[in-house]
């Protein structure tokens, strides 16, 4: 068994796929190998694993977490959603570019998100849950977002009245976030 790398992306985000063996009881796969993920370059230790719920239309995003930086291993258990990543690292070619990437319970993709990039997603199913294991325990103090909309982005979620939380709706721009001396944590 192995992963199977189907892109990379900006410099740092990496989709792959498990082996998935199904019959007519089921399927089984393996989620986390570190064995897998060092041949594909993913060396980070995971401290904690979290898991969420959405309906249809949430927007959770675009978090980061500064202090200790943050890398999430992301994949869909129920539904589907859409993913953005949008690089935040200050000295990095491809700053303020952003990826999407459609996840669901039927491709069965991973998303490893390094630290340095902002991550959300729009819930794409009635129900929709994510499990992400994290390369750094929730620090609270250190936490920002992106806010999804912001102009100088771009981002085409696809829909036009998202259900956000309150803290998402007031995010902070990309602009705002590089004018933090925090912003220079990230770096390649």
């Not at 401290?47 to 675009?62: A, C, F, L, T, W």
């Not at 978090?63 to 943050?70: D, G, L, N, R, V």
């Amino acid at each position: 068994m192995a992963f199977h790398i189907v892109e990379r992306l900006l410099n740092g985000i990496v989709v792959f796929r498990p082996d998935v063996f199904s019959d007519e009881r089921g399927f089984f796969m393996e989620q986390f190998r570190s064995d897998y993920l060092q041949d594909i370059r993913i060396y980070d230790n995971f401290v904690q694993e979290n898991h969420s719920g959405s309906i249809k239309n949430v927007i959770r995003g675009m978090h980061f977490q500064w202090e200790k930086p943050m890398g999430k291993l992301i994949r869909v258990i129920r539904g589907e959603a859409l993913f953005m990543e949008i690089d935040i690292r200050y000295n990095s070619p491809t700053l303020g570019k952003y990826c999407s990437i459609h996840v669901s319970e039927e491709n069965r993709k991973l998303i490893w998100v390094p630290p340095g990039f902002a991550n959300g997603f729009v819930s794409l199913s009635e129900k929709t849950e994510i499990q992400y294991l994290c390369t750094a325990i929730w620090n609270p103090k250190c936490e920002g977002a992106i806010r999804w909309n912001d102009p100088a982005i771009g981002i085409d979620w696809g829909i036009d009245e998202p259900l956000l939380s309150p803290k998402d709706a007031v995010a902070q721009t990309l602009k705002e976030w590089l004018e933090k001396p925090e912003s220079r944590l990230f770096a390649l």
